[in-house]
């Protein structure tokens, strides 16, 4: 097991890694094709990269979260892009699903649990920065 940051990991990496996962995070970095290239380039033979991710369906770039400090330097792919990036640094795609339903419920799931945990979070963050984070999610 390792982590290392994905656009340096053929820096710091041994090649030969079957499985490759990408969990939440492409969207947010700076160079995706670069960790595309950085990832095929510590993967074996037959690796596997799997990315489960937020993807622009179309005017993410638009909306009122993009327009957020915090979310400027996020830049979820699309469908599209992705697959041209990452044939480009020699991946196939395989399947896409789409996982709305899921994240929606987890997102669900999670506001429950901030509602249920309310007066903790207050008491150890505050009331603005409860109420910040509920927004945001």
Not at 22 to 34: D, G, H, P, T, W
Not at 101 to 128: H, I, N, P, S, T
Not at 129 to 136: I, L, M, P, W
Request: charged share 30%; hydrophobic share 40%.
């Amino acid at each position: 097991f390792h982590t290392v940051s994905a656009d340096r990991c053929a820096d710091i990496l041994i090649p030969g890694f079957e499985l490759i996962y990408l969990m939440n995070a492409f969207y947010a970095f700076s160079e995706q094709e670069k960790t595309l290239a950085q990832c095929r380039a510590v993967a074996g033979e037959s690796a596997r990269l799997l990315i489960f991710d937020y993807e622009d369906l179309g005017g993410f770039s638009d909306s009122p979260f993009a327009q957020l400090a915090e979310a400027a330097h996020w830049k979820p792919p699309s469908s599209q892009g992705l697959q041209i990036q990452a044939e480009r640094q020699g991946w196939r795609l395989e399947k896409r699903a789409d996982l709305r339903k899921e994240y929606l419920r987890w997102y669900e799931a999670l506001l429950k649990r901030f509602d249920q945990r309310r007066e903790m979070l207050v008491r150890e963050c505050g009331e603005e920065a409860f109420h910040d984070a509920r927004g945001f999610y």
